[in-house]
DNA sequence: TAGATTGTTAATCGATTAACAATC
DNA sequence: TAGATTGTTAATCGATTAACAATC
């Protein structure tokens, strides 16, 4: 739906400001915002201002102001930002209020630790059956055939794929198909997404382990 | 040591330019690079211009030969890169060939996929022993009372840390104590290094999955 | 009201890309 | 040699930080 603001901007009706749209570095963030704004509600703490969060957070004040301000005006002048109001804002954000049931296609030891992961501890997402693996939990576990007649009506969004690499692609248009929109990929192999729609993240669980063994390395070459 | 490099510096003997810094955006990709060398590898891809890699890797030749130009010059114009050679010297700034040797306190889910995973299944890093933990493949399992007595002898210079947030921050100094220079933490909670050596890192492994969940949920609300 | 703190605009900094001389 | 492609310098772009007027 388009609307032609131009027409008497400055009375426009419409609450939402337009805003820029936010940068990747910004969206990045958001999880560590949700974190540390989950911790001070677990404390207790009922306000922040944005520069006891940055000193927290060991960032500047001015970035969690920016940050925050491509979303909506969450903040109050001279009072800061309402925990509860501002955490739940992120939630919303990162889709966590949508109610979003997840499957496991295969289940690996990467998806086993996901499981214990906050987002699944705290319910922030339902985790919702095992198609091809053990089943964990009180989710059902369904073999991989039965997922064209099993999987729409649980009504999942997202898909947790641990299997081999060429099993994983294999199945991503049948997953498209059956109404999953976001892939997140364990199987140390680029994913290509079916179509423009589904979203994918591929985790090479490795990584920050490189990234230590390169630091570890690096730190002994500081000779002068 | 100090050299004064001004003296003859047209005909300085030392091979080693002088170069800046890497940037910590450069190092992240490392992992990346490595990862498609040993794929151009195990394809039988002898050399490779920055230009072909750039397109199958999805990035800018000019980021790749800035990237690589900060550690060395890797490559020879006219040719290009020696995937074989370059490969090799990746592998090196990773740490991947100084033979570290890695003990993993506690065996969650999490580090047992971490040992499934390129780095371990091709031996790039070596699993070395567990405490508190599980035997897992040919390692010995020791327990965590064990760690003075048992570490220093193991030579290990990595620990994969899966334990609660409290009894893997205390169990830190004593991992220095022993010869740990670098920590990989799975407990879901920021550790502090007990000293400015110790290089810690912190993984969120639902990160990815928070992401995802963002993707899926910011892709519906294109209205025009 | 006065003090505090936001949202936002402007200034700075760093990272990416483009261009090209050096050279294999 | 001629063609290809690097390493590097310069230009562009984007992200971070600083400053401050708006306002609770």
Redesign the pocket.
């Known amino acids: 739906m388009k609307r032609i603001d131009q027409v008497k901007g400055t009375f426009d009706q419409n609450k939402e400001?337009r805003?820029t749209a936010p940068?990747?570095?910004?969206v990045k963030r958001l999880p560590r915002y949700h974190r540390y704004l989950a911790r001070l509600l677990s404390e207790g703490t009922l306000r922040?201002?944005?520069?006891a969060l940055a000193e927290r957070m060991h960032?500047?004040?001015?970035?969690i102001?920016?940050d925050?301000?491509v979303f909506?005006?969450?903040?109050?002048?001279?009072?800061?930002?309402n925990v509860r109001y501002l955490h739940h804002k992120i939630s919303r954000i990162l889709g966590l209020t949508a109610g979003h049931r997840v499957v496991f296609i295969g289940m690996g030891d990467a998806a086993r630790a996901l499981l214990s992961s906050p987002v699944f501890v705290r319910g922030d997402l339902q985790a919702a059956a095992v198609f091809g693996g053990d089943a964990v939990g009180e989710m059902p576990a369904y073999s991989l055939a039965d997922m064209e007649r099993e999987l729409p009506a649980i009504g999942a969004t997202i898909a947790v794929v641990s299997l081999s690499a060429e099993a994983a692609q294999a199945c991503l248009p049948t997953l498209a198909a059956c109404g999953i929109r976001g892939v997140l990929n364990y199987t140390h192999t680029h994913l290509t997404p079916p179509d423009e729609t589904m979203k994918i993240q591929n985790v090479y669980l490795d990584e920050p382990c490189l990234l230590l063994s390169y630091q570890v390395g690096a730190s002994e070459e500081n000779e002068d």
């Open positions: 400001k805003r940068s990747a570095s910004t922040i201002s944005s520069t960032v500047t004040a001015s970035q102001r920016q925050l301000a909506g005006d969450f903040g109050q002048q001279g009072y800061g930002y």
